[in-house]
């Protein structure tokens, strides 16, 4: 018999007090080297994933360098490993179990990117190469860490999509539809505000000029931009689930709602004959997403008032017969005939 003095480290130790019986269980040095083993096969395959597509993670890099619409790329991968490190209670300490449906799966990750990157190759899609990066980074947390480390692992994954610049058939898809509702309602505001002016196309007439919403005012830029800002916060907001999928669906909205405000202040200015259009047109830009964030913000705080917390609401209502009636020490039922 092992007492609780005489046990040693790495050892069950079995301790009785007032009849109950406490187990507890040293970490094992076999478990501890299966999961330092693990994690050096996920670097590994995460250095081998770099050297596979060292070429398409240029292409990225030149892109998010050259185009001021994706600079925020180079901060993508950054918040996807912050968010991995955010998340590490998941999976740290707790047991990993690679099981035959997490193999599979994380083979079909693999074969999906390998498509996918042939795909860019046979038919010179050059956003697929980069693309194929996302499947890639599943398999390889499903075929070392199972399920358990997909539930760790996937907001990361999910927002490694905002690195990856919008296809172009998409943009010129997307960005007619956006100008024409941002020139009617930037005419519509300015009209309240009696300012005379008038929407012809895309195109609003002022009394002094005019103000052309070309492709580049239609928001569609800023739009993916908050829209990464928008499931960022949702991932690392502590609110219920249903705050956080109002927040992440929310960007298009508050985007085509603060390029609005941005193409009525450049009418408002150029009117009052303040500067220049153009650099009217330049300020309102940079302050289009603080006004978006504040959008964003205040819509959550009239989302709070409008809804009460359960801990907070009216209590509910429990039958008579429901009600169960605590006894003291000897006292007897109120039901209990003497």
């Not at 390889?140 to 907001?155: C, D, E, Q, S, V």
């Amino acid at each position: 018999m092992v007492t609780a003095n005489e046990a040693k480290p790495g050892q069950d130790q079995q301790v009785v007090e007032s009849g109950k019986t406490i187990e507890s269980k040293g970490s094992s040095p076999s478990v501890d080297r299966t999961t330092s083993v693990r994690w050096l096969v996920l670097i590994g395959l995460g250095c081998l994933a770099i050297i596979v597509f060292w070429d398409a993670i240029l292409v990225l890099i030149q892109r998010w360098a050259s185009d001021p619409d994706y600079h925020h790329g180079f901060l993508v991968p950054l918040f996807s490993g912050y968010l991995l490190y955010r998340r590490r209670g998941m999976i740290i300490g707790k047991p990993v179990l690679v099981s035959w449906s997490a193999l599979v799966a994380g083979l079909a990750c693999f074969l999906l990117a390998a498509m996918v990157r042939a795909g860019s190759i046979l038919y010179y899609v050059r956003i697929l190469d980069p693309a194929a990066l996302i499947p890639t980074f599943f398999g390889m947390i499903l075929l070392t860490t199972g399920w358990r480390g997909l539930r760790w692992a996937w907001p990361a994954g999910v927002f490694l999509v905002f690195m990856l610049p919008m296809p172009g058939a998409v943009a010129n898809l997307l960005s007619h539809p956006l100008q024409r509702v941002a020139t009617i309602a930037s005419t519509f505001v300015l009209q309240t505000l009696g300012i005379p002016c008038l929407a012809e196309g895309n195109v609003i007439q002022l009394r002094e000029g005019s103000l052309e919403v070309v492709q580049a005012c239609s928001g569609l830029k800023m739009m993916s931009l908050f829209f990464a800002v928008c499931v960022g916060a949702a991932f690392m907001m502590e609110r219920p689930i249903l705050d956080r999928v109002l927040v992440a669906i929310s960007a298009p909205p508050i985007a085509l709602l603060a390029n609005i405000l941005r193409i009525s202040l450049t009418g408002i200015l150029h009117e009052l004959g303040v500067t220049s259009a153009n650099l009217d047109h330049e300020v309102s830009g940079w302050l289009m997403m603080p006004a978006a964030v504040m959008i964003l913000y205040g819509g959550l705080a009239i989302w709070d008032r409008l809804v009460v917390p359960t801990e907070h609401g009216p209590q509910r209502m429990v039958p008579a017969r429901e009600q169960q009636v605590v006894l003291k020490p000897g006292a007897t039922s109120p039901n209990t005939k003497p």
